[in-house]
């Protein structure tokens, strides 16, 4: 076994502390990257959630995404269960009119007095 000199060993204890710092702030970015990544993995499943139920239809996908991703300190557990809980929206009813005064089917075109 080699043994060092006190100067080597006093350059490598020098070195130590920057070293140190350098990897400890590596490890704190790669772990805010990861939060990151995790984040968005959680609001892809929560507006995959929404698209099913059908919750606020006149949103796009990517719309939903964004929106719960807008506010950092929004806890995305609390909205997943939310989402959870809320019952699936159902569409009772919908009338189409075209120009004419015509619906699109004959029901419509009934009611519609065509």
Known sequence: MEKLS???????????PLVIR???DENHQLKEKVAGYERNAHAHRIASMMEEKG?????????KVAGLLEDPSRDLRVVEEAIRMEAP????????EDEMGHGASALEDYLLGG
Request: hydrophobic share 35%; glycine share 6%; aromatic share 4%.
């Open 55 to 63: 919750h606020d239809p006149d949103q796009q996908y990517g719309e």
């Open 89 to 96: 929206a159902l569409k009772l009813a919908s009338v189409s």
């Open 6 to 16: 006190t100067s080597e060993v006093q350059e490598v204890l020098t070195e130590v």
């Open 22 to 24: 350098g990897l400890l």
